[in-house]
């Protein structure tokens, strides 16, 4: 059956050690196991420390809420049912099943793994990946204007307005993202 396995604060500890350019035995020491283990842990992963493995956010789905609706679907369930049964909204459910489907159906593992991932996977920001939207960005930022607002995000006017620039704003005294000499044109 084997030995059960370390907690995570050991391993830490070792390979904390081993960073600080202790040997394997003196690492080994300090984390309270023995040279064999730690050798183990350093063939396993290749002789760096291991990434850190994150919780999944509760918003995800988890493996055992897929393979409930792999068992949903193969029971014939419809999505109105199966959501109710693990209490998550029916879009989530038919989102999940419309993404995952292959040619042999929904399959609970490979949704998982295909999950893991797409979480995974690096994204370089909106403004990198967009060199015209990052020069209109930075014009309007050189002119004083929020971010918010140079996004094209800013509220519905309530009060009176006037022109300024590109947009409508409220009323104020002077227009800010103009030099004074312009407001009284607006």
């Given at each position: 059956m084997g030995r059960k396995p370390k907690p995570a604060e050991v391993r830490a500890v070792f390979f904390t050690a081993r960073a600080s350019g202790a040997t394997l035995r003196e690492a080994a020491a300090a984390a309270g196991v023995c040279r064999t283990t730690g050798h183990y842990w350093?063939?396993?992963?290749?002789?760096?420390?291991?990434?850190?493995?994150?919780?999944?956010?509760?918003?995800?789905?988890?493996?055992?809420?897929?393979?409930?609706?792999?068992?949903?679907?193969?029971?014939?369930?419809?999505?109105?049912?199966?959501?109710?049964?693990?209490?998550?909204?029916v879009t989530t459910i038919t989102r999940e099943v419309a993404r995952n489907s292959g040619p042999n159906g929904y399959r609970a593992v490979r949704a998982d793994r295909f999950a893991v991932a797409r979480t995974a996977r690096p994204r370089a920001g909106k403004l990198a990946d967009h060199p015209a939207l990052r020069a209109v960005v930075e014009d309007k930022l050189t002119l004083c204007c929020r971010p918010g607002r140079s996004a094209g995000t800013s509220r519905a006017p309530t009060r009176t307005t006037r022109r300024c620039g590109s947009r409508t704003r409220r009323?104020?005294?002077?227009?800010?993202?103009?030099?004074k000499a312009f407001s009284a044109r607006s």
């Amino acid at each position: 059956m084997g030995r059960k396995p370390k907690p995570a604060e050991v391993r830490a500890v070792f390979f904390t050690a081993r960073a600080s350019g202790a040997t394997l035995r003196e690492a080994a020491a300090a984390a309270g196991v023995c040279r064999t283990t730690g050798h183990y842990w350093l063939a396993q992963s290749g002789g760096v420390r291991p990434r850190v493995v994150r919780a999944r956010p509760p918003l995800r789905l988890s493996l055992d809420e897929r393979e409930a609706i792999s068992r949903g679907l193969a029971a014939r369930k419809t999505f109105t049912m199966i959501a109710a049964e693990l209490g998550r909204a029916v879009t989530t459910i038919t989102r999940e099943v419309a993404r995952n489907s292959g040619p042999n159906g929904y399959r609970a593992v490979r949704a998982d793994r295909f999950a893991v991932a797409r979480t995974a996977r690096p994204r370089a920001g909106k403004l990198a990946d967009h060199p015209a939207l990052r020069a209109v960005v930075e014009d309007k930022l050189t002119l004083c204007c929020r971010p918010g607002r140079s996004a094209g995000t800013s509220r519905a006017p309530t009060r009176t307005t006037r022109r300024c620039g590109s947009r409508t704003r409220r009323s104020t005294p002077h227009c800010s993202c103009r030099p004074k000499a312009f407001s009284a044109r607006s």
